[in-house]
């Protein structure tokens, strides 16, 4: 079955990093792109961006530009996110999820159909 | 960069109700719009794809409609394991971006 392994939580403190870990199994690692998503606590779903596992090319969300690194290792069908300079407003669940891309006559869609169980990330001094 | 506006923020339903939630988009994305169930303390699930596609295995009470800038979701008839939160979602090529709405809370009245 198709799944998403993450790595477990991590507390970091504030300027510090974490690199969070995605595991793809059940599928071709490489013919799906796979997003990030974080989820403050109590609030929304936030997009950080997205990579492709074949080519490795990256797209982020402006808003995590210069602070985010999104890479994989094919050998392993892991994907990887790593945020840098954390900050306390960085505490949130980060998910992995798999990306699909359907097409008509006319436009593209995307949305994602399988998702990680999410890492706990907490920035605290 | 597109918006999207969900409505309302949240609701009150008993098992059995009709519940529609809309999500209205800041310019038109055709019918690329996917909806999303989210319980406490658990990964978001696909419910709706490109509008209207209902993704396997999820129950034929919920279903989507709307293209352009105006879209909702609908649950017939609501059942005690659909009190969750839901998020509709967008995919815009040009810029870039991914963008989810703020989410709409349903809860048992």
């Known amino acids: 079955q198709v799944q998403l392994v993450q790595s477990g939580a991590e507390v970091k403190k504030p300027g510090a990093s974490v690199k969070v870990s995605c595991k793809a199994s059940g599928y071709t690692f490489t013919g799906y792109y796979m997003h990030w998503v974080r989820q403050a606590p109590g609030q929304g779903l936030e997009w950080m961006g997205r990579?492709?596992?074949?080519?490795?090319?990256?797209n982020y969300a402006q808003k995590f530009q210069g602070r985010v690194t999104m890479t994989r290792d094919t050998s392993i069908s892991t994907a990887y996110m790593e945020l840098s300079r954390l900050r306390s407003d960085d505490t949130a669940v980060y998910y992995c999820?798999?990306?699909?891309?359907?097409?008509?006559?006319?436009?593209?869609?995307?949305?994602?159909?399988?998702w990680g169980k999410g890492t706990t990330v907490t920035v605290s001094s | 960069a597109i918006q999207l506006t969900q409505s309302p923020s949240s609701l009150s339903a008993s098992v059995g109700d009709r519940v529609t939630i809309t999500c209205r988009a800041s310019?038109?994305?055709?019918?690329?719009l996917a909806w999303y169930q989210q319980k406490p303390g658990k990964a978001p699930k696909l419910l709706i794809y490109d509008a209207s596609s209902l993704e396997s295995g999820v129950p034929s009470r919920f279903s989507g409609s709307g293209s352009g800038t105006d879209f909702t979701l609908t649950i017939s008839s609501l059942q005690p394991e659909d009190f969750a939160t839901y998020y509709c979602?967008?995919?815009?090529?040009?810029?870039?971006?991914?963008?989810f709405g703020g989410g709409t809370k349903v809860e048992i009245k």
């Open positions: 990579i492709n596992p074949n080519s490795g090319g990256t």
């Open positions: 979602q967008q995919f815009n090529s040009y810029p870039l971006q991914l963008t």
């Open positions: 310019q038109g994305i055709s019918s690329a």
């Open positions: 999820a798999r990306d699909q891309t359907g097409t008509t006559d006319y436009y593209y869609y995307y949305y994602m159909d399988v």
